[in-house]
T-cell receptor, first 112, second 114 residues
Framework: AQKVTQAQTEISVVEKEDVTLDCVYETRDTTYYLFWYKQPPSGELVFLIR??????QNEISGRYSWNFQKSTSSFNFTITASQVVDSAVYFC?????????FGKGTRLHILP | NAGVTQTPKFQVLKTGQSMTLQCAQD?????MYWYRQDPGMGLRLIYYSASEGTTDKGEVPNGYNVSRLNKREFSLRLESAAPSQTSVYFCASSESGNSNQPQHFGDGTRLSIL
């Protein structure tokens, strides 16, 4: 069965530290897609990135980077030089036929 | 750029009352979704509509019904509200029913059932 596990329920780091959010998935599909979403304290859900199963290149966007490793079924998200504005709940998600399933999220606190 | 619009933003109901949550998108997306978000549970899919004219059950459909009124609108109805349905409800849309497309979310409806 399709499954997404975000083992870290809550993380706190001091501003400017680097932080990695873990995501491990299970899937029976050979072609699949992985996503990360951000939910800031204001409550909206913001799409961050999509990655397909054939592209294992790491992705970098400013202070954000993603490490996709098929061998370990992981799609981890790293924030470099964290800022208070990065405080949010982050969700990892996996494609499942015509829908997406979400992990339970990791709440990230960036302390000033 | 409205994107996905949900109404109302907040609602308080009494047990047994009925209510319809409205959702509309202006991105010409084919697929629409309803989720509920509860503390520690992440986002759970209630119902979805992969294309106009179709609806399917998600992970937690009991106690809910949906209507895909047209391509733009997808409503969620609680026929007889129960305290267990207290939650934040999110509507989302995506370009197609293929799950390779990112979903775009509304701002949510915070629903309390007393």
């Amino acid at each position: 069965a399709q499954k997404v596990t975000q083992a870290q329920t809550e993380i706190s780091v001091v501003e400017k530290e680097d932080v990695t959010l873990d995501c491990v998935y299970e899937t029976r599909d050979t072609t699949y897609y992985l996503f990360w979403y951000k939910q800031p304290p204001s409550g909206e859900l913001v799409f961050l990135i999509r990655r397909n199963s054939f592209d294992e290149q790491n992705e970098i966007s400013g202070r954000y980077s993603w490490n996709f490793q098929k061998s370990t079924s992981s799609f981890n998200f790293t924030i470099t030089a964290s800022q208070v504005v990065d405080s949010a709940v982050y969700f990892c998600a996996l494609s499942d036929n015509d829908k997406i399933i979400f992990g339970k999220g990791t709440r990230l606190h960036i302390l000033p | 750029n409205a994107g996905v619009t949900q109404t109302p933003k907040f609602q308080v109901l009494k047990t047994g009352q009925s209510m319809t949550l409205q959702c509309a998108q202006d991105m010409n997306h084919n697929s629409m979704y309803w989720y509920r978000q509860d503390p520690g549970m992440g986002l759970r899919l209630i119902y979805y509509s992969a294309s106009e004219g179709t609806t399917d059950k998600g992970e937690v459909p009991n106690g809910y019904n949906v209507s895909r009124l047209n391509k733009r609108e997808f409503s969620l109805r609680l026929e007889s509200a129960a305290p267990s349905q207290t939650s934040v409800y999110f509507c989302a849309s995506s370009e197609s029913g293929n799950s390779n497309q990112p979903q775009h979310f509304g701002d949510g409806t915070r629903l309390s059932i007393l």
